[in-house]
């Protein structure tokens, strides 16, 4: 199983970026996707998920109305588009999926729900 991020980069606040995983080895459209972020010094926090067949999105709220999560099961790939970035956002961002088809949003803020985790794509935001 491989999910291989790319689409990080350095970006000044305002500035847009889509992110994209691909995956491989797996059934793709059997799996919730989700992106985690990371910044130096902090836990690895939730940021978005979603759902088998794109209907149903979770975000946290600090990112609401600014980053979008979409996939594209024929492409075998999930995105977040992110828009209105902040220098806060600078993190290494990781994707994840599960089978645990789900939407309690204590068990999909988890890392631990996920079962495959991808290498992180870097994002730094200046101001």
């Known amino acids: 199983v491989q999910l291989q991020a790319s689409g990080g980069g350095l970006v000044q606040a305002g500035g847009s970026l889509r992110l994209s995983c691909a995956a491989s080895?797996?059934?793709?459209?059997?799996?919730?996707m989700g992106w985690f972020r990371q910044a130096p010094g902090k836990e690895r926090e939730f940021v978005a998920t979603i759902n088998w067949s794109r209907g149903r999105t979770y975000s946290t709220d600090s990112v609401k109305g600014r980053f979008t999560i979409s996939r594209d099961n024929a492409k075998n790939t999930v995105y977040l588009q992110m828009n209105g970035l902040k220098p806060e956002d600078t993190a290494v961002y990781y994707c994840?999926?599960?089978?645990?088809?789900?939407?309690?949003?204590?068990?999909?803020?988890?890392?631990?729900?996920?079962?495959?985790w991808g290498q992180g794509t870097l994002v730094t935001v200046s101001s």
């Open positions: 080895g797996i059934t793709f459209s059997d799996y919730y």
């Open positions: 994840a999926s599960t089978r645990r088809g789900t939407f309690i949003a204590s068990e999909i803020r988890r890392p631990l729900h996920y079962d495959y």
